[in-house]
């Protein structure tokens, strides 16, 4: 027997164990989000996904399908809201779009456009965060990490290294390695690690590879969040870097 969900009044069918995040995406439907990525457990901490269902607000990504849902997605409460959480990320961080490697390519500046976002709207916070350009090919610049745990999920889940964690509380929170040193190049990442490649903001670089794509021909330039699979971009940015 098929069984189905309403998002936004459109019919969308599923399978048993999808989430409702699984079953938009099969459908086309796009749910904004930046900490979930379809190769990984969800995680559910950015809440740019949240939904109604049945008047309730939820995550989209760990919320299971259930028959009969009324969900709620393109609204302009929760679109409202997902601006505000996206402008708390660009003022909690130091975001230079201008001059990042990552522009264009950047997942949460594809979120902003598509939320319309034109400023941060709330005052800047200028964190002092460290750098760690240790690594020979990696770069880790903690001004851009927005804590969404995809590196640090990657490399545990799929990598089998664990070497990121959060670590810290509140302002206070940052990415950590795990090394003696707490440095990159101690401990045992791979540029080829998907850890390094599934960071959606410019945190984690590969080095010695830099504007190779010029802007205006980047990923986010020739067609919206909303039109392209979060997976396939990962893919496709790992590829470049390999060539």
């Not at 708390?88 to 456009?113: R, S």
């Amino acid at each position: 027997m098929s069984q189905s969900i309403s998002i936004d009044d459109i019919e969308v069918p599923f399978e048993s164990g999808q989430t409702i995040m699984d079953a938009a995406l099969a459908a086309g439907i796009y749910i904004p989000h930046l900490c979930h990525n379809p190769c990984l457990k969800p995680h559910g901490s950015c809440k740019l996904c949240s939904v109604e269902v049945n008047g309730r607000s939820v995550s989209s990504c760990t919320t299971k399908a259930e028959d009969g849902q009324e969900i709620i997605n393109n609204s302009e409460k929760l679109n409202k809201a997902r601006l505000t959480i996206t402008q708390m990320l660009f003022i909690e961080g130091n975001h230079l779009c201008p001059t990042c490697e990552k522009t264009g390519h950047c997942t949460l500046q594809a979120v902003a456009y598509h939320l319309g976002m034109l400023d941060g709207h709330f005052p800047q916070f200028y964190p002092k965060r460290e750098v760690d350009a240790s690594h020979p090919s990696i770069m880790l610049d903690r001004d851009r990490c927005i804590l969404c745990e995809l590196c640090v999920r990657a490399s545990r889940d799929m990598d089998g290294k664990n070497v990121f964690a959060i670590s810290g509380r509140g302002t206070d929170s940052h990415l950590s390695v795990n090394s003696p040193t707490g440095k990159l190049v101690d401990s045992n990442i791979d540029k080829d690690d998907l850890a390094v490649h599934i960071c959606p903001v410019g945190a984690i670089l590969i080095k010695e590879h830099g504007y190779e794509i010029p802007i205006g021909c980047r990923t986010f330039d020739l067609r919206s969040i909303a039109e392209i699979d979060l997976g396939d971009v990962k893919l496709s940015e790992k590829s470049q870097h390999n060539e």
